[in-house]
């Protein structure tokens, strides 16, 4: 029987684009802070804590490019930016990740320290 998810391994596959594009935490926040209103840069530095403006540059103008945010100038100092009807689609999505990680964000934090003590102990004992 063939794996219904093996089409999604290929190069060119969409689906792997659309993984490429979600795997980047920056991307997800970014989207998840437009899903309200439309936001200006230094709005959305101050939401995202611990992006730095390059780097939120950097992801707009990628969201942009696939389709996801729009940039909105009214003046040169003043630009908006907003999720297109396409990023507005991974609103629901993100919601339910966002949950999940709020349910079992702990649990995985648990087992990250429990991993990290164990190979701390074995270098120790090793060493």
């Known amino acids: 029987m063939r794996n219904a998810a093996e089409p999604a391994f290929l190069a060119d596959c969409p689906?792997?684009?659309v993984v490429e594009i979600l795997s980047d935490k920056w991307a997800v926040l970014v989207i998840f802070a437009l899903s309200r209103q439309?936001?200006?840069h230094g709005e959305l530095v101050d939401l995202i804590g611990g992006v730095s403006r390059k780097v939120l540059t950097h992801t707009l103008r990628r969201l942009q490019q696939y389709g996801l945010v729009e940039r909105h100038t009214e003046t040169p100092r003043q630009v908006e930016y907003s999720l297109t009807g396409l990023g507005r689609t991974l609103v629901e999505p993100i919601e339910v990740l966002t949950n999940w990680a709020r349910t079992y964000g702990g649990a995985i934090a648990d087992f990250q320290e429990a991993?990290?003590?164990?190979?701390?102990?074995?270098?120790?004992?090793a060493g």
């Open 38 to 40: 439309p936001r200006r």
């Open 15 to 17: 689906t792997r684009l």
């Open 115 to 125: 991993a990290e003590a164990a190979t701390s102990a074995q270098s120790r004992a």
